[in-house]
T-cell receptor, first 115, second 111 residues
């Protein structure tokens, strides 16, 4: 089946630290991969995406590379800020009934950045 | 502002009551979906739609009904609420299948 496994949280870092949140997936075919971010009390926002192997998605200093050989899409940022505190979700997109594009999510990783 | 609008933001129901969670989008998106979010479980797909008049079940459809009479609206109905349906519900929409836009959520408590 299709599934996403994320690094267990919560993760607590100091400001300006390097961040890695691991994400691995199992899928049939060649899914697109996404990272979403959820700030407290809000819905999910698309952070970045990659649609094929070796693609690198990037946004707001965050990066993730689609690694087909290791079925991974790890999220990284070189220097985190307090404002990056949020819950991060890794997801893959699969095709369903009549071509519908469905998202399968990991369980989420809560990130807290201390000043 | 363009986007996905969900109402209500908060709701408390008694076991056995029914209600409808509303979702509307003004982006002319084909695809709309309902997810529930529970602690430690990420988001799970309840139902989805690929256009007006076309819906299908997701991962956890039991206890929920949907219909899609217009492109803009995709309401989620709880037929007989149960405590296990206590959750945060998110509606999302997409046009080409990429870049889903999520609503701000409905926090539902069933007592």
């Amino acid at each position: 089946g299709n599934s996403v496994t994320q690094m267990e949280g919560p993760v607590t870092l100091s400001e300006e630290a390097f961040l890695t949140i691991n994400c691995t997936y199992t899928a049939t075919g060649y899914p697109s991969l996404f990272w979403y971010v959820q700030y407290p009390g809000e819905g999910l926002q698309l952070l970045l995406k990659a649609t094929k192997a070796d693609d690198k998605g990037s946004n707001k200093g965050f990066e993730a590379t689609y690694r087909k050989e290791t079925t991974s899409f790890h999220l990284e940022k070189g220097s985190v800020q307090v404002s990056d505190s949020a819950v991060y979700f890794c997801a893959l997109k699969i095709s369903g009934y009549q071509g519908a594009q469905k998202l399968v999510f990991g369980q989420g990783t809560r990130l807290t950045i201390n000043p | 502002n363009a986007g996905v609008t969900q109402t209500p933001k908060f709701q408390v129901l008694k076991t056995g009551q029914s209600m409808t969670l509303q979702c509307a989008q003004d982006m002319n998106h084909e695809y709309m979906s309902w997810y529930r979010q529970d602690p430690g479980m990420g988001l799970r797909l309840i139902h989805y739609s690929v256009g007006a008049g076309i819906t299908d079940q997701g991962e956890v459809p039991n206890g929920y009904n949907v219909s899609r009479s217009t492109t803009e609206d995709f309401p989620l109905r709880l037929l007989s609420a149960a405590p296990s349906q206590t959750s945060v519900y998110f509606c999302a929409s997409s046009y080409e299948g990429d870049g889903y836009t999520f609503g701000s959520g409905t926090r539902l408590t069933v007592v």
